[in-house]
């Protein structure tokens, strides 16, 4: 199993330019999450989705968007980067058990500049 | 509100016990977590603890949980090379729409030869 995997690894925009970060996980997880990380923050949640078709807003989603058409994979979107998006931005995922511990399973993570 | 704080950097020799401290501020939070971010790569999970409980073991580590201050640590024994990395202290909820953590800001922990 390839576990999450991110793509692409790194990219460089220029500010208004658009792109879309794609997560993929293969342990057939109804939650996945993006989050950004920022040096001192933390991981801060963008957005999440408890299952295909649907998402919901984390901490900090102005300026990004996310798709979950298919339940394996997890899209955000940036519709016109800012410098302020420049981050490292990871995608996770989790089993849908309630009640008991959960464990996130993370992806090697995205570097992303905006110029 | 859901706010955890952790101390930014820890140095330490090799061979010697670490300590990471953790503090969060929702009562009701259920459990609480520790992941390990090795450089260039993404977070593991590397140990939990009930909110019901107060001391956790599991070979080189030990959680400790103080419920009256909110405060979590955890203590790294015989601190190793390959240790070194950023710690993320986390909480969850159980009734937590899509089993949402907070985490911490993370401790970087450099190990010294």
């Known amino acids: 199993n390839a576990g999450v995997t991110q793509t692409p690894k790194f990219r460089v925009l220029k500010t208004g330019q658009s792109m879309t970060l794609l997560c993929a996980q293969d342990?057939?997880?109804?939650?996945m999450y993006w989050y950004r990380q920022d040096p001192g923050m933390g991981l801060r949640l963008i957005h999440y989705?408890?299952?295909?078709?649907?998402?919901a807003k984390g901490e900090v989603p102005d300026g990004y968007n996310v798709s979950r058409l298919k339940k394996q994979n997890f899209l955000l979107g940036l519709e016109s980067a800012a410098p302020s998006q420049t981050s490292v931005y990871f995608c996770?995922?989790?089993?849908?058990?309630?009640?008991?511990?959960?464990?996130?399973?993370f992806g090697p993570g995205t570097r992303l500049t905006v110029l | 509100g859901e706010d955890v704080e952790q101390s930014l950097f820890l140095s330490v020799r090799e061979g010697d016990s670490s300590v990471i401290n953790c503090t969060y501020t929702?009562?009701?939070?259920?459990?609480l977590y520790w992941y390990k971010q090795e450089p260039g790569a993404g977070l593991q999970l590397l140990t939990y603890?009930?909110?019901?409980?107060d001391m956790k073991q599991d070979q080189r580590l030990t959680v400790l949980l103080n419920k009256k201050d909110k405060h979590l640590s955890l203590r790294i024994a015989d601190t190793q090379t390959g240790d070194s990395a950023i710690y993320f202290c986390?909480?969850?909820?159980?009734?937590?729409?899509?089993?949402?953590?907070?985490f911490g800001g993370g401790t970087r922990v450099l190990v010294k030869p």
């Open positions: 996770a995922s989790s089993s849908e058990l309630a009640g008991v511990y959960n464990e996130q399973f």
């Open positions: 342990m057939n997880h109804e939650y």
């Open positions: 989705s408890v299952g295909e078709g649907t998402t």
């Open positions: 929702d009562s009701s939070s259920t459990y």
């Open positions: 603890i009930f909110s019901n409980m």
């Open positions: 986390a909480e969850s909820m159980i009734k937590a729409a899509g089993n949402k953590l907070t």
